[in-house]
């Protein structure tokens, strides 16, 4: 894009840049600037008169006023073939199970996380903290009803829909391993946008099993299932 924009400045006759070289050419915070031109003060613009520059938007006026695109594509290299480059994690649950009424409560939650260099401490531990938490919904509470006439959904409301709230959840402890993983990018950077929800479910199944003896395969893991 910045060779296109600097390639309309020199072939534009009423531009500072005309028949330029477009290597001596810049674009910086939205002006086209002489690169011999003097290093702007902050907060100080380039006036046209000067013949140092001129705004990008002033240009592309000139010039009808067309916006200008570029494209480019992406892909994964061969290093993709070679490696694995996922996150990944471990997750323990406690669970307490009442022999009488088949009622599932989780006091205790430890998860661990390989997710690459962490960016951001606090919003990281955030994002495993609210997947962890709708991983016990979606083991425990969370089921959509369908009406077998029409397929409508006839619990589409937070009163019949049930989401965990504070007294479902009990103690929950995140960890990050220590990761440098040169080849998945330069920063080392993975995503963790789901990688919080994706073992709880299982490991409250399990951990249900261990407790009970009975294997739920169908979630949520209700009463009426346990009984």
Same mark, same amino acid.
């Given at each position: 894009m910045r060779?296109? =924009?600097?390639? !309309?400045?020199?072939?534009? *006759?009423r531009s500072f840049a005309y028949?330029?070289?477009p290597a001596q050419i810049t674009v910086v #915070?939205?002006?086209?600037?002489?690169?011999?031109?003097q290093p702007l003060l902050p907060g100080r613009p380039v006036a046209d008169a000067t013949g140092a520059g001129e705004p990008i938007a002033a240009l592309v006026?000139?010039?009808?006023?067309? *916006? !200008?695109?570029?494209?480019a594509e992406a892909k994964p290299g061969s290093e993709r073939e070679q490696y694995s480059m996922h996150s990944f994690g471990a997750v323990f649950v406690?669970?307490?199970? #009442?022999? #009488? !009424?088949?009622?599932v409560r989780v006091p205790r939650i430890?998860?661990?996380? /390989?997710?690459?260099? =962490?960016?951001?401490?606090?919003?990281?531990?955030s994002q495993m903290l609210g997947g962890i938490v709708w991983g016990v919904g979606m083991a425990l509470l969370e089921e959509s009803k369908r009406d077998p006439r029409d397929g409508r959904i006839v619990n589409g409301n937070l009163a019949e829909y049930h989401v *965990?709230?504070? +007294?479902?959840?009990?103690?929950? #402890?995140?960890?990050? =391993?220590?990761?440098?993983?040169?080849?998945?990018?330069? !920063?080392?950077?993975? @995503?963790?946008?789901?990688? @919080?929800?994706?073992?709880? *479910?299982? +490991?409250?199944?399990?951990?249900?099993?261990?407790?009970? /003896?009975?294997?739920?395969r169908d979630l949520p893991i209700t009463l009426d299932k346990l009984l």
């Open positions: 060779q296109k =924009v600097i390639e !309309l400045a020199v072939a534009d *006759p028949r330029s070289d #915070d939205g002006w086209l600037r002489s690169a011999s031109a006026a000139r010039n009808g006023g067309t *916006p !200008l695109e570029t494209r406690e669970v307490r199970v #009442d022999a #009488d !009424l088949g009622i430890v998860a661990s996380y /390989g997710v690459g260099t =962490v960016l951001n401490a606090k919003t990281a531990r *965990p709230v504070n +007294a479902d959840i009990g103690a929950i #402890d995140v960890a990050f =391993v220590p990761e440098s993983d040169a080849f998945v990018n330069s !920063l080392g950077v993975k @995503g963790i946008g789901e990688i @919080g929800i994706t073992g709880v *479910p299982a +490991a409250i199944g399990n951990a249900v099993f261990h407790a009970t /003896g009975k294997r739920v």
